[in-house]
């Protein structure tokens, strides 16, 4: 990998999902349960207004790998790119999100962000350090940053730093 795309703005989207009545969704979003008072953190859930991605996140937050896997297949027009990048910051820790995630990625029409998930699915962890210390060359702290995570994780996480200059955004 030799050079970094330019990061593109996103934007903010309203939406409204009907996941939180279990809509749509066959099974996995009826055990998410948006008024759980058991959670850690009182987090309601933002059917209306909110950008997409807060959404997704409520929608998922404390949900099982699997779950989360089917609500972003199934969720309708949702850019696959975004599907991808929510996807690797919703995962446990200890998914295998380049495994988890390869039938989104398969699906993915936007060639750049199936090009890079398949490009950094398939490095090595030593070809994945090579890789950041070589793209990320003149920002030390992001080096530092990412080289002091897990592997799985600073996978993801470069993938992730990557991604946004592959995001589909309707520029008019």
């Known amino acids: 990998m030799s050079s970094r795309p330019r990061k593109k703005q996103r934007e903010t989207v309203k939406a409204t999902y009907a996941y939180e009545s279990g809509e749509g969704v066959s099974g996995a979003a009826t055990a ?9 953190e009182e987090m309601e859930l933002p059917v209306e207004g909110g950008t997409v991605d807060q959404q997704l996140g409520a929608i998922l937050h404390g949900s099982s790998d699997l779950e989360i ?5 199934q969720v309708p027009d949702l850019d696959d790119g975004i599907k991808l990048i929510v996807g690797m910051q919703k995962l446990s820790r200890d998914a295998n999100s380049f495994a988890l995630l390869r039938p989104l990625a398969d699906a993915c029409t936007n060639e750049g962000m199936a090009f890079l998930y398949n490009k950094i699915g398939g490095l090595t962890d030593d070809q994945v350090a090579a890789d950041i210390a070589n793209v990320f060359s003149g920002e030390p702290d992001t080096v530092t940053s990412l080289m002091k995570q897990p592997a799985e994780m600073r996978r993801r996480n470069f993938f992730m ?9 309707d520029e008019s």
């Open 32 to 40: 998410i349960d948006a008024d759980d008072s058991d959670d850690d």
């Open 69 to 73: 896997f089917t609500i972003l297949s």
């Open 161 to 169: 730093n990557l991604a946004a200059g592959y995001l589909d955004t």
